[in-house]
């Protein structure tokens, strides 16, 4: 059984209809890349699987449970972890506070969190606001971590960063995968990346899902049409 259904799913920001019929599956262990060109609907899509929007019609079911009347913070505690784009991090705290504001009981403890992102332990009394971009995004992931979730959510992780950064939270996330089997989401424009750690992908467009397969299968004419690649 899929760990995430969302099923023909619609959203709408007030008079605005945003999604007209999303589908997607996750399983256990699976990575899933969500794409899509800018304004399609990936990110509003990770915000009603994550309870942030609700649903006009459709549904999202998380190890067969529907969410459609879970708020936000009950589907957090389900097992939905989630890296918004943007970081967001707590700034007037420390690194260390932050990793422990949210922390729950589980395999990702400080060390491990560490262990993964080894600036982190040397930041550890330094306050998030001072960190540089790819450090405040570490910290974003470390800290959805330590919630120890079932789905990790990565909404555009990399944009932004320098390259050396950049290839230092996509080992992380291939960690991520080959070691602790962990199912991932993620929203990316960096194909080449992608291909690498990636099962499958979903592709929107204008709010609807136009193309799911194997990541393999995803070839150039496919992106050409879809993505303008």
């Not at 960190?131 to 992780?157: K, V, W």
Request: glycine fraction near 10%; hydrophobic fraction near 45%; include cysteine.
């Amino acid at each position: 059984m899929s760990l995430l259904e969302v099923e023909n799913i619609t959203v709408s920001y007030g008079a605005s209809q945003a999604l007209f019929g999303v589908s997607a599956r996750i399983d256990q262990g699976e990575v899933l890349a969500l794409l899509g060109r800018n304004g399609m609907g990936k990110t509003t899509t990770i915000k009603a699987i994550c309870r942030l929007l609700p649903l006009g019609s459709g549904r999202v079911m998380f190890d067969g449970s529907d969410l459609a009347r879970v708020p936000a913070h009950k589907a957090a505690r389900m097992g939905l972890g989630l890296i918004p784009e943007g970081r967001r991090c707590f700034t007037s705290l420390t690194v260390w506070e932050n990793l422990h504001a949210a922390a729950r009981k589980g395999y990702w403890d400080y060390s491990r969190v560490g262990s993964l992102f080894p600036r982190l332990i040397e930041r550890r009394d330094q306050i998030a606001a001072s960190l540089s971009g790819g450090e405040q995004q570490m910290l974003a992931i470390g800290r959805a971590l330590m919630t120890n979730p079932r789905l990790l959510i990565l909404d555009e992780a990399t944009e932004g960063l320098a390259p050396l950064v950049r290839a230092e939270i996509w080992d992380a996330i291939a960690a991520l995968k080959a070691q602790t089997g962990l199912s991932i989401l993620l929203v990316d424009k960096s194909l080449s990346e992608l291909r690498e750690v990636a099962d499958r992908a979903t592709i929107l467009e204008r709010g609807v899902d136009v193309w799911q397969g194997e990541m393999a299968a995803l070839s150039e004419q496919i992106t050409a049409q879809h993505l303008g690649i």
